[in-house]
């Protein structure tokens, strides 16, 4: 049984910032740097850009009363999907059973926000309730309800937050708007000035839903070189570099009109060598693409991401400590803690990670590593769970889906092993044609046999399996001839009949 959730320390100094931003026409990076070391990467590909966050104006297709959910035409390949449950009547009548075919009808035209992104043969899923992201609030147009991050755990902040945002709308405004963990950075000007954009985008959004025609696109959300002054910058950020004059010119701007703090921050990149490849971060990518991430004492970590979760395997590797192995152990499994931290947040890891440390038989070296991991998880922006040791020694952590992993989208599946991350040795792959060649001869009465495969493959069955081909074909009676093609991969083979 898991133990309690480990409360996250909230008082933590962070360490300074750097952020760098690589344009590219095909590609848009940002990296965040604390202590000259990478930690976050954030990649954008304008060809394969989500559409989460985007606002159509679509139209009512189909209403399905059995599955209490709708078809929207918002101008993609596929009709995109709406369940009763994102209908913001259904969301401010929490108490009701209300049904979709008494809120939408077919040929209705009506305004929808991207909530999850088509997969596979699904369209994109959709909510009548739209939000729009602010740098400190997010604003939700069709509520009248005041949130609060839930990263904000204490009291006392939690309500001079609401005050202060309360003071600031007036009587008339709406009320809806939920305060982001970054608000707590915010003086009352910055809040002022938060609220005044958003106001304004809604105010823009909503003209153009009455004015424009059916399936257009109302609202996209900011690209990353500009996401970057929105979600990332901070008062730890100390410079941000760009090398794009373009980017550099609009990120100013933007600065100038919402981040005003920012702007002097904000440096054109011109060096002789690319700005990824001058920081290390290229190659920081590469490593973040291996499953072995070597520690600096010897120890490493074997991270698998799998479907249903990540597992973090630690490892004493070649550390062998000054005094005796528990002493090894524990300074191993505190040196995991931070690395662990990190590569969660360099790699995007979401959902539930499962953390192995080396066993420890002293309950003070469990709690130090447990405090230790704690701390180093406070760092991370993304909503982050810690759980305590179960009977089996695991560590559970649960980390909020924000977006693809690095993994997800900067790789794909082995297309010689199939994403097994392993293929079969070349003695069974001879194997595998030795009874494919008998099971062709009992079918077909072929004259010959003539064997395509991986010339490594081929290698061996002429050398070492040579005397397993000859009985082969002394016991079908028919001549079997090689052919290497080079083309192959090494689990690949065909028989053909002469």
């Given at each position: 049984m898991l133990q309690a959730s480990i409360p996250l320390p909230q008082t933590l100094v962070r360490p300074p910032e750097t952020v760098l931003v690589n344009i590219l026409p095909q590609e848009i990076r940002a990296a965040v740097l604390e202590d000259a070391r990478a930690c976050e990467i954030h990649i954008e590909r304008p060809q394969g850009r989500g559409l989460v966050g985007n606002i159509y104006l679509g139209v009512v297709r189909r209403v399905l009363p059995?599955?209490?959910?709708?078809?929207?035409?918002?101008?993609?390949?596929?009709?995109?999907?709406?369940?009763?449950?994102?209908?913001?009547?259904?969301?401010?009548?929490?108490?009701?059973?209300?049904?979709?075919?008494?809120v939408l009808f077919e040929g209705q035209v009506v305004p929808v926000q991207v909530i999850k992104d088509p997969i596979g043969n699904k369209g994109a899923r959709l909510s009548t309730q739209i939000s729009l992201a602010g740098r400190f609030l997010v604003h939700l147009p069709q509520d009248e309800h005041i949130g609060i991050s839930q990263r904000i755990e204490d009291e006392e902040e939690r309500t001079r937050l609401k005050a202060q945002l309360e003071a600031l709308l007036p009587a008339d405004a709406c009320r809806g708007y939920i305060i982001r963990t970054s608000a707590e950075e915010a003086d009352p000007e910055e809040l002022r000035a938060d609220l005044a954009y958003l106001n304004r985008l809604w105010a823009k959004i909503a003209h153009d839903a009455k004015t424009c025609p059916a399936q257009t696109l109302l609202y996209q959300d900011l690209p990353l070189y500009l996401r970057v002054?929105?979600?990332?910058?901070?008062?730890?950020?100390?410079?941000?570099?760009?090398?794009?004059?373009?980017?550099?010119?609009?990120?100013r701007e933007f600065a100038a009109l919402y981040v005003h703090e920012a702007a002097d921050k904000i440096h054109l990149f011109d060096g002789d060598?690319?700005?990824?490849?001058?920081?290390?971060?290229?190659?920081?990518?590469?490593?973040?693409?291996?499953?072995?991430?070597?520690?600096?004492?010897?120890?490493?970590l074997i991270i698998e991401p799998t479907e249903a979760m990540t597992t973090i395997d630690v490892n004493t590797g070649g550390f062998v400590g000054h005094h005796?192995?528990?002493?090894?152990?524990?300074?191993?499994?505190?040196?995991?803690?931070?690395?662990?931290?990190?590569?969660?947040?360099?790699?995007?890891?979401?959902?539930?990670?499962?953390?192995?440390?080396?066993?420890?038989?002293?309950?003070?070296?469990?709690?130090?590593?447990?405090?230790?991991?704690a701390k180093s998880l406070a760092f991370d922006?993304?909503?982050?769970?810690?759980?305590?040791?179960?009977?089996?020694?695991?560590?559970?952590?649960?980390?909020?889906?924000?977006?693809?992993?690095?993994?997800?989208?900067?790789?794909?599946?082995?297309?010689?092993?199939?994403?097994?991350?392993?293929?079969?040795?070349?003695?069974?792959?001879?194997?595998?044609?030795?009874?494919?060649?008998?099971?062709?001869?009992?079918?077909?009465?072929?004259?010959?046999?003539?064997?395509?495969?991986?010339?490594?493959v081929i290698e061996m069955l002429i050398d070492e399996e040579s005397d397993s081909l000859a009985q082969l074909s002394g016991f079908i009676g028919k001549p079997i001839s090689l052919a290497s093609e080079s083309s192959y991969t090494q689990e690949q083979f065909d028989i053909v009949l002469m």
């Open positions: 059995g599955m209490q959910s709708a078809f929207i035409d918002i101008g993609l390949e596929r009709a995109a999907f709406l369940h009763i449950v994102d209908v913001v009547e259904q969301r401010h009548r929490p108490n009701d059973t209300l049904r979709i075919e008494t002054l929105r979600d990332l910058y901070s008062r730890h950020t100390k410079q941000i570099w760009v090398d794009s004059r373009t980017a550099f010119r609009e990120m060598e690319p700005l990824f490849e001058s920081y290390g971060i290229d190659e920081e990518i590469n490593r973040a693409l291996n499953m072995r991430v070597n520690l600096r004492f010897g120890g490493y005796n192995f528990d002493e090894t152990i524990f300074k191993t499994n505190l040196e995991a803690c931070h690395a662990i931290a990190r590569e969660l947040r360099l790699r995007n890891l979401g959902g539930m990670i499962v953390v192995d440390f080396i066993d420890m038989d002293n309950e003070a070296h469990r709690e130090a590593v447990l405090q230790e991991l922006r993304t909503r982050v769970t810690l759980n305590g040791f179960t009977s089996l020694g695991l560590v559970e952590i649960t980390r909020k889906r924000t977006r693809e992993s690095l993994h997800h989208m900067l790789s794909q599946d082995c297309p010689y092993c199939f994403g097994r991350g392993h293929i079969k040795t070349l003695q069974t792959v001879c194997y595998e044609i030795l009874r494919e060649i008998l099971r062709e001869a009992k079918r077909f009465d072929a004259a010959a046999f003539r064997v395509l495969a991986a010339p490594a």
